[in-house]
C-alpha cells in the first residue's frame, strides 16, 4: 500500500484509539464474504470484473457493514477528530449528502438522472455507519446481487457510470429511500458533521494509486452471460466514442468534415 495511505491508516488509528480497526485484502474479502454469506454471493463478487475494484469494494463494504456494523471508510477518506465526538449511543443509520450546490466543494457531484434534477439525493456510501443487520443495508445487498445477475453494459453502462449504476450510489439511495419512513437512522447535513474527510488528496490525486481509473475504462463491469452479449457490447462500446467524440467536437466548436 502506498506510504501515503499507510500513514492515513495511522492517523486514524492514532485519532480513535478505543476503536477496533480492521483492513480488508483481496484475500480478507474472499475469507470474509465465503464464509459468511456462501459460494453464491462469493460467485457473485468474483462476476464483477477486477479491473473495477471499486464495484468489488462497494459490495464488499455492505456485505460486511451487514454482518458486522461499525464505521466503514474508503481507503483514501479519514476523520478529523474522533468518532467518539460524533457518533451518538442510539444511533443505528447515518446518512449524509455531499456538499454539492454552487461554490461548494464537490458542486455538481451526485446529479443522476435517476434523481431527476433534485441536487440533495443522492446519498454519500464512501462511509457508512450502521449497527449490525439494518435493514438499509440488506434492502442494499439485495439489489446490488440483482444488478450484478441482470447486468449488461449497454443498460447499466461502463466506467463510472456503470459502477454508479451498478454497485455504487445509485443502487444504494434507491434501496434505501423506500424503508425511511419505518427504519431509525439520522440524516445530517454532510460528512462534516461527523467530522470526516471525503479524501486526503488534492483534486483526483488518488485515481491511479491501484492502476488505471475506473471511470476510464470501457469493459464491461460485470461478465456477462450469452453468447450475444459480447457482440452487443462491441456494439454499445463502438456507439459510446462516437456520442462521447461528438460531445467533444460541439464542447470545441469543431464542424467535422463530410466527405
Known amino acids: 500500500m502506498p506510504k501515503v495511505l499507510t500513514e492515513n491508516v495511522d492517523h486514524i488509528r492514532s485519532m ?13 474479502i474472499d475469507e470474509f464474504v465465503l464464509e459468511h454469506y456462501g459460494t453464491d454471493v462469493a460467485d457473485l463478487l468474483h462476476r464483477i470484473n477486477p479491473l473495477y475494484g471499486a464495484a468489488r469494494a462497494d459490495l464488499f463494504r455492505y456485505l460486511l457493514m451487514y454482518k458486522c456494523g461499525g464505521v466503514y471508510l474508503d481507503i ?36 443522476q438522472r435517476e434523481f431527476g434534477n433534485d441536487l440533495k439525493r443522492e446519498f454519500q456510501q464512501w462511509h457508512i455507519i450502521s449497527a449490525p443487520g439494518h435493514p438499509f443495508l440488506k434492502a442494499v445487498i439485495e439489489r446490488v446481487l440483482s444488478n ?28 434505501i429511500e423506500p424503508l425511511m419512513s419505518g427504519n431509525p437512522y439520522r440524516l ?51 456507439a459510446r466514442r462516437w456520442y462521447r467524440t461528438a ?13
Open 16 to 28: 480513535n484509539p478505543d476503536w477496533e480497526h480492521r483492513l480488508y485484502d483481496g484475500r480478507a
Open 76 to 111: 483514501k477518506s479519514t476523520t478529523n477528530k474522533s468518532l467518539n465526538l460524533s457518533i451518538r449511543e442510539d444511533d443505528q443509520f447515518i446518512l449524509s449528502h455531499w456538499r454539492n450546490g454552487p461554490g461548494e466543494p464537490h458542486a455538481g457531484w451526485g446529479l
Open 148 to 175: 450484478i445477475q441482470s447486468y449488461r453494459s449497454w443498460v447499466f453502462g461502463v466506467g463510472n457510470r456503470g459502477v454508479w449504476k451498478t454497485t455504487g450510489p445509485i443502487p444504494y439511495t434507491l434501496a
Open 247 to 259: 460531445r467533444e467536437w460541439r464542447r470545441l466548436g469543431v464542424v467535422p468534415m463530410r466527405g
Open 188 to 238: 445530517i447535513a454532510d460528512e462534516t458533521a461527523m467530522f470526516l474527510q471525503f479524501n486526503i488528496f488534492k483534486d483526483s490525486g488518488h485515481s491511479n494509486l491501484f492502476g488505471t481509473y475506473y471511470g476510464l475504462l470501457s469493459e464491461p463491469v460485470v461478465q456477462m452471460d450469452g453468447w450475444m452479449s459480447p457482440p452487443l457490447h462491441r456494439v454499445y462500446a463502438q
